[in-house]
Structures are given as C-alpha cells and as structure tokens.
C-alpha cells in the first residue's frame, strides 16, 4: 500500500481542514512541510497521474518525502519558492495567496487555479489545485505542427520546451515558438526547458528581451 501521509502531518490538519474533505475532494491537494517536501497527496493526485501516463513514476519517484520543487523546471523553482513561502500567516489575510497555471495535454487545453493554505505556526501547507479552464486547443493560436527535426532541434541535439505552456522553440526564429503534440505526449531524450517570452512576462513581470 502506498503511504499518502505522514503522521505528523494529519495531526496538523486540524482545526484548519477535515480530512475527510480533502480526500474527497476533485481538486488535486498537497501537503508540504516547511522545507517544501511532500507530507500528504490526496487521491485525485492519483487520479491525475494515473490520466495522464504518470504512474508508477509519480508514486516512485514523487512519494511522501520527495521534494516538491524537484519537479519544478528550474527557471520556475523561484517563482513557486517563493510563492509557497511567502504565504501569509493563518488569519491574516482573507484570501488565500492564488496563481493560475497551465497544466494542457496534447490535446485538451487546462489551467488550474493553485491557492496555498498554511496551517498552524506555519508548520506546514495545503496546496489545492483547482480546474477552472478546460477546452480543445485553439486550432489559430495552437495550430499542431509535426516534429521537424530541421525546424526545432539545435546543432547540440537539444530541443527547448516551454516549462509552462509547452511551445517548442524554433532554432532559425528565436522569438517563435510552436505547439508540436507529439513532444507533449513524450518530450524527445535531449530536452531544455526554459520559458517562452510570454510565460516569461507573466511570471516574473519582464520580457526577456
């Protein structure tokens, strides 16, 4: 059987949350410790790994203990660090800190809404993950394109993947960036994730040029 919770963990929940609720929630809801390592998945976590060809990898390598921000792209880890840590103190403010990202299959577009809870004296968060957008890819700003080695893969061999929206980068137009289905569905051996120039903006407030 696989351990979903610590512990220590449950013991924290209350007076905040009822377990009963979150395991029988549709949003997808984690528990952190205060270093940012996983205490709790609830099991529409499961669910989703299990819809979207992530299991046994996510129950083997992304178990309780497993480091949340090791599954996070690089160029995104200190946005999300500091977006989970930065998290008011329990009572402070009236509504949770929220964040919409996009989380799409090759074929079904999907943004969920992020809202972290600290629980008491900040000893550890709920994370919940909440669909809020889910549609076909739009056929004009997505068009599918097929994977063209010419067209996307540089002189090192490397393809470069959005870390959010999942565009591949074209190596002859720096500044374009494509929806190519097929490396969504498995990403080629050799690939670099950085950020589009839009998701750039909209994370970290800048363009990149």
């Not at 929630?25 to 205490?39: C, K, N, Q, R, V």
């Not at 972290?116 to 004009?140: C, F, M, T």
């Not at 090192?156 to 959010?164: E, M, P, Y």
């Amino acid at each position: 059987m696989v351990t979903r919770m610590s512990d220590e963990f449950a013991r924290l929940l209350a007076p905040s949350f009822e377990l009963e609720d979150l395991e029988g929630s549709e949003a997808i809801a984690f528990g952190l410790w205060p270093d940012l390592t996983l205490a709790y998945v609830n099991p529409a976590w499961t669910r989703f790994a299990e819809g979207n060809n992530g299991e046994p990898g996510i129950q083997n390598e992304w178990g309780i203990g497993a480091r949340y921000l090791d599954a996070i792209p690089g160029v995104l880890r200190p946005f999300y660090e500091q977006f989970l840590t930065a998290t008011p103190e329990p009572g402070v403010s009236l509504h949770p800190p929220s964040h919409v990202y996009e989380c799409s299959s090759p074929t079904v577009f999907r943004q969920y809404l992020m809202q972290v809870y600290p629980l008491q004296k900040r000893a550890g968060y709920i994370v919940l993950n909440a669909l809020v957008a889910e549609s076909a890819h739009d056929p004009l700003s997505r068009a599918p394109h097929t994977p063209d080695l010419d067209m996307y893969v540089d002189v090192n061999g490397i393809v470069t993947q959005c870390s959010h929206c999942r565009l591949i980068r074209c190596v002859g137009e720096q500044t374009r960036w494509d929806w190519v289905p097929s490396w969504v569905e498995e990403a080629p051996p050799k690939t670099s994730h950085g950020l589009c120039e839009m998701c750039f903006t909209y994370y970290y407030g800048v363009a990149t040029t």
